[in-house]
């Protein structure tokens, strides 16, 4: 399950209140039963605040991708107006049907829905799945999450070569924080030996991409690369 969404299922009632044990009887018998009704229908209700907001983030991130791409088709937008007003059922109905023929904006949300968990039961299988075709299709953030799931092992074997072929791939198609976690992997060798000049030109193409925290490993490879000092260099 994405980082984002891991929390969100562990809560319980809360902490003890030692103060209830303190309550007068004259409150009754089902007093404690009232209390952990309400108490189970807060947690569920912010619950639902949180899967929404997430929703509403990330239709919007969505909608602006496809304007930009200039394939902001009514029907997918038609789903996009579903997936914000949390209707995740019709919004998978009206992608599945465009995901069938080929729409990748619609494959990366079907892949989205299943790994969310968001109207249908959550699947990392069916999200690599729906990911693979958007990211064959140069999807990049379909390349950037599939190359999660093959670095986590969820859904696919665990295999952090194919992540940083997608990664690497989703760097090339303007990801940023693919380009970032691509050079981190090959600094640290994650998917054999450390590959300095390979981890020098990622960290360049995530600074250049408008992602700051390359910077400093960027500067640190060049003074390590050059012997010269340089302003901002990790110390």
Known sequence: MPTAWRGLGGEDHGPARPVDAQLPRRFGEGYD???????????????????????????????????????????????????RDADFGAAQRVWTQLAGAGDANAQFMLGYLSEAGLGRPWSARAAAAWYRLAADAGHAEAQWRLGLLYDMGLGVPYEPAAALRWWAAAASGGHGEAAYRLARARLEGAAGPTDVDGALAAFERAFDLGWPAARPYRDALLVASSGRPHPGALP
């Open 33 to 83: 039963e009232r209390v952990r009704r309400v108490e189970a229908e807060r947690v569920t209700r912010r619950r639902t605040g949180m899967l929404i907001a997430l929703a509403v983030a990330l239709g919007l991130f969505v909608l602006a991708q496809a304007w930009v791409a200039g394939r902001a088709a009514p029907a997918f937008d038609a789903g996009l107006h579903r997936f």
